[in-house]
């Protein structure tokens, strides 16, 4: 890393930035839903991913849409150790496993 470049540890963001996320675009071939939703995940400290996931569900959106494997984003957040309380917040939102986590 340039010495000029500071690491950013837990970042507040606003409600504009997590909005911002409602907005991206999927490479060709990758659902939509299912690409924010990941990108939101990957990218979002829990607190910031639970309002996204509110502003996403409040614009009607699909969270379990499907990745090209066949899996929706709890099936992907499920087999990660750290990540129980995404999968709270997908789960109360009404998100689903389609797959096992052992696939």
């Not at 507040?12 to 991206?24: D, G, K, M």
């Not at 490479?27 to 990108?39: H, K």
């Amino acid at each position: 890393m340039k010495k000029d470049k500071r690491v950013v540890i837990d970042e507040v963001w606003t409600q504009a930035r997590v909005r911002e996320f409602l907005q991206l675009l999927a490479p060709t071939g990758i659902n939509a839903d299912f690409f924010t939703l990941l990108r939101a995940y990957q990218s979002m400290r829990h607190e910031d991913f639970e309002k996204f996931v509110h502003f996403f569900c409040a614009e009607h959106r699909d969270l379990n849409a499907l990745s090209q494997r066949g899996e929706t984003i709890l099936d992907v957040v499920s087999k990660h150790r750290r990540s129980a309380r995404y999968a709270e917040v997908l789960q109360l939102a009404g998100a689903r496993l389609v797959k096992h986590a052992s696939n």
